[in-house]
Structures are given as structure tokens and as C-alpha cells.
């Protein structure tokens, strides 16, 4: 049965009402994700079979079996929701996926893609002054230049 709940003497919800919270903010949870949890980190979702990390954390040498993993160890399943969660989870998530997987290997393998002056690209500062619809957007315009590269035979 629904009623009025007080959550931590504080914070009153009332029956029938939606309670929404921005995904960002747990993606971003120092207590879940560790003292990197603000920064981008590629490697986060990666394990190696190797019991040597510091190779594979640093991209020397040879270190084992690369594999993708759901989520990195002692994380909990609510603290990435990417597409949503529980009873409104996306049904077409591992499609979504497949798609970004796909088209982002098409980019690396076709293009170059350089900062509009030709430096390399810098991880944009992103804009928490509103909640996305869709995407984190940038806090100001990242103007990029985009090559088709030269086929290698």
C-alpha cells in the first residue's frame, strides 16, 4: 500500500507522487566508483585474467585475457543505469548498445579526429546546471575537425 514516506527525517515523499534523481549523480558516487569516479576512465569496465595489474593498467607489456565485465567488482547493479532501471529499464538497451559499439568502431577505423587546432581532444567540462533528456551535454561548444583517412592497402 502507497503512502507518505519520510526518508532520513528529512525528505518528505508523498503518495502517488514520482520521485526522479539524475543518473549522473550516482554514476559519479566517490563511495561506488572510487576516487576516480569524476574523471573518464576506459579501462573501468575491463578486467584482465592476469594477476599482474600494473601492467594492464598502464598499457605495458602483455598482462592476460582482456574481457568486458557487467560491472567492476563490490559495484552494486543500481549504481549504473545507463538505460534506466527496475520497471522502466529500456527494452532496447543491448540494441542501443550494439549500435554506439558499432558506430564508434566505424569512426576510429575511418577517421581522424582531431581538435579543431589539431590537438588532441580533451574530455569537455560537463554541463550540471541542467538534467539531460537523452545525453550530458557539454558546458560550452567542442568544435572538432573530422578526416576521412587515407585507405591503407
Given at each position: 500500500?502507497?503512502?507518505?514516506?519520510?526518508?532520513?527525517?528529512?525528505?518528505?515523499?508523498?503518495?502517488?507522487?514520482?520521485?526522479?534523481?539524475?543518473?549522473?549523480?550516482?554514476?559519479?558516487?566517490?563511495?561506488?566508483?572510487?576516487?576516480?569516479?569524476?574523471?573518464?576512465?576506459?579501462?573501468?569496465?575491463?578486467?584482465?585474467?592476469?594477476?599482474?595489474?600494473?601492467?594492464?593498467?598502464?598499457?605495458s607489456?602483455?598482462?592476460?585475457?582482456?574481457?568486458?565485465?557487467?560491472?567492476?567488482?563490490?559495484?552494486?547493479?543500481?549504481?549504473?543505469?545507463?538505460?534506466?532501471?527496475?520497471?522502466?529499464?529500456?527494452?532496447?538497451?543491448?540494441?542501443?548498445?550494439?549500435?554506439?559499439?558499432?558506430?564508434?568502431?566505424?569512426?576510429?577505423?575511418?577517421?581522424?579526429?582531431?581538435?579543431?587546432?589539431?590537438?588532441?581532444?580533451?574530455?569537455?567540462?560537463?554541463?550540471?546546471?541542467r538534467?539531460?533528456?537523452?545525453?550530458?551535454?557539454?558546458?560550452k561548444?567542442v568544435?572538432?575537425?573530422?578526416?576521412?583517412?587515407?585507405?591503407?592497402?
Amino acid at each position: 500500500m502507497f503512502e507518505d514516506t519520510l526518508i532520513a527525517d528529512k525528505y518528505l515523499l508523498k503518495k502517488n507522487s514520482i520521485v526522479q534523481i539524475a543518473s549522473g549523480i550516482i554514476h559519479v558516487d566517490e563511495k561506488v566508483w572510487g576516487a576516480d569516479a569524476a574523471t573518464f576512465n576506459p579501462r573501468r569496465f575491463i578486467s584482465s585474467s592476469s594477476n599482474n595489474t600494473e601492467q594492464f593498467s598502464t598499457g605495458s607489456g602483455a598482462a592476460g585475457e582482456q574481457t568486458a565485465t557487467q560491472l567492476p567488482k563490490n559495484v552494486p547493479s543500481a549504481a549504473y543505469r545507463a538505460f534506466g532501471g527496475g520497471g522502466v529499464i529500456c527494452p532496447g538497451r543491448h540494441f542501443a548498445r550494439s549500435e554506439i559499439v558499432g558506430f564508434t568502431a566505424l569512426m576510429l577505423l575511418a577517421f581522424d579526429v582531431t581538435m579543431e587546432d589539431d590537438g588532441v581532444i580533451e574530455l569537455p567540462e560537463k554541463d550540471d546546471r541542467r538534467i539531460p533528456l537523452s545525453v550530458m551535454k557539454p558546458a560550452k561548444d567542442v568544435r572538432i575537425r573530422i578526416r576521412r583517412r587515407e585507405a591503407s592497402e
